[in-house]
């Protein structure tokens, strides 16, 4: 099946550092791609879609200015947190669909995640 | 915002027997999916059911959709202890492909062997 890559898979940072976190799609062209975001043992809410050569669509409450996104390929999307605070610590998934193989049926590939740890 | 709702919130159950986890959501949707998410790990999909349709099976998954209700219901038969994972449903709104997915606040499920 399609796969969708995330690294790290893991970050330690200290505090008013930036992070960047990578999604790819392996073995797909995706020209959407969608960031989420996971607290323990809650839900995933989405941050924004990522959009190949245009500009990101956050959602509402989502700092843009502080979870840049950047989709500058048709296999790449980079999530950067930027002067990240203990309050930034969370679980980072990305998702992206296959119009190969999920067309019209609303199916998501997500990655392994990115656990974000700010200390 | 969280688009659904899920019960039980968390669900423990012996080995062999089923488990059924529910889901309500809160405006007309396109077409509901189930997710799985193993401790730590990504979602991978599990079974997608369109708005027109009101069941539908997989294996050892049966799911059942009542637009009516805006309800969804997951069964999984003859659990395994590999089944302990979470579980959320996501709805889509429309049918275009760039549709977002909202998810539900999940199910956890843990079997016990």
């Known amino acids: 099946g399609a796969v969708v890559s995330q690294h790290p898979s893991w970050v330690i940072c200290k505090s008013g550092t930036s992070v960047k976190i990578e999604c790819r799609s392996l073995?797909?062209?995706?020209?959407?791609m969608f960031w989420y975001r996971q607290f323990p043992k809650q839900s995933l809410m989405l941050m924004a879609t990522?959009?190949?050569?245009?500009?990101?669509t956050y959602e509402q409450g989502v700092e843009k200015d502080k979870f840049l996104i950047n989709h500058a390929s048709l296999t790449l999307s980079t999530l950067t947190v930027t002067s990240a605070h203990p309050e930034d610590s969370s679980f980072y998934i990305c998702?992206?669909?296959?119009w190969g193989r999920g067309r019209g049926t609303g199916e998501l590939f997500f990655g392994e995640g990115s656990r974000l740890t700010v200390l | 915002s969280q688009q659904g709702e899920e019960d039980p919130q968390a669900l423990s159950i012996q080995e062999g027997e089923n488990a059924t986890m529910n889901c309500s959501y809160k405006?007309?949707?396109?077409?509901l999916q189930w997710y799985r998410q193993n401790s730590g790990r990504g979602l991978v999909h599990l079974i997608l059911?369109?708005?027109?349709?009101r069941e539908k099976h997989s294996g050892r998954l049966r799911v059942t959709l009542d637009t009516s209700k805006k309800s969804s219901s997951l069964l999984i038969t003859a659990s395994r202890a590999a089944d302990t994972a979470s579980y959320f449903c996501?709805?889509?709104?429309?049918?275009?492909?760039?549709?977002?997915?909202?998810f539900g606040t999940g199910t956890r499920l843990t079997i016990i062997p």
């Open positions: 405006t007309s949707i396109n077409n």
């Open positions: 059911i369109r708005s027109n349709e």
């Open positions: 996501a709805t889509v709104r429309s049918n275009f492909g760039n549709e977002k997915l909202t």
């Open positions: 998702s992206a669909r296959d």
């Open positions: 073995d797909f062209q995706a020209t959407t």
């Open positions: 990522s959009n190949e050569g245009s500009k990101a």
